[in-house]
């Protein structure tokens, strides 16, 4: 089992940045995908961005131009850079890790992190 848990969210306006960072733990981590996930209250949980350990990525299209996904393997960590914030990024993000393949969806994921909460006001 992997363990994670996410830091780095708060309160900002709209057109800021924040970066978050997820520290993951556990055994074999190279073979995990490590990503991002976010959701609010009444909808789905919404695919964000994964990278896996051979440095490939990959974006939901809401964010591909905005937010950047970066892997440290030597620390165990996954960070996401979040630019040009917008209201509709507010969110809890939750740090998650995949080895079914099935990265984009919480179906093919296996742990996920407690959540740090982000809003952007206009």
């Known amino acids: 089992q992997v363990q994670l848990v996410e830091a780095g969210g708060g309160l900002v306006q709209a057109g800021d940045s924040l970066r978050l960072s997820c520290a993951a733990s556990?055994?074999?981590?190279?073979?995990?995908?490590l990503g991002w996930f976010r959701q609010v209250p009444g909808k789905e949980r919404e695919f964000v961005a994964t990278?896996?350990?051979?440095?490939?990525?990959d974006y939901a299209d809401s964010v591909k131009d905005r937010f950047t996904i970066s892997r440290d393997n030597a620390r165990n960590t996954v960070n996401l850079q979040m630019n040009n914030l917008k209201p509709e990024d507010s969110a809890v993000y939750y740090c998650?890790?995949?080895?079914?393949?099935?990265?984009?969806?919480?179906?093919?994921?296996?742990?996920w992190g407690p959540g740090t909460q982000v809003s952007v006001s206009s």
């Open positions: 998650a890790a995949g080895i079914t393949g099935r990265t984009r969806t919480p179906l093919g994921i296996e742990s």
């Open positions: 556990g055994r074999n981590l190279v073979l995990y995908a």
């Open positions: 990278s896996w350990s051979d440095g490939t990525t």
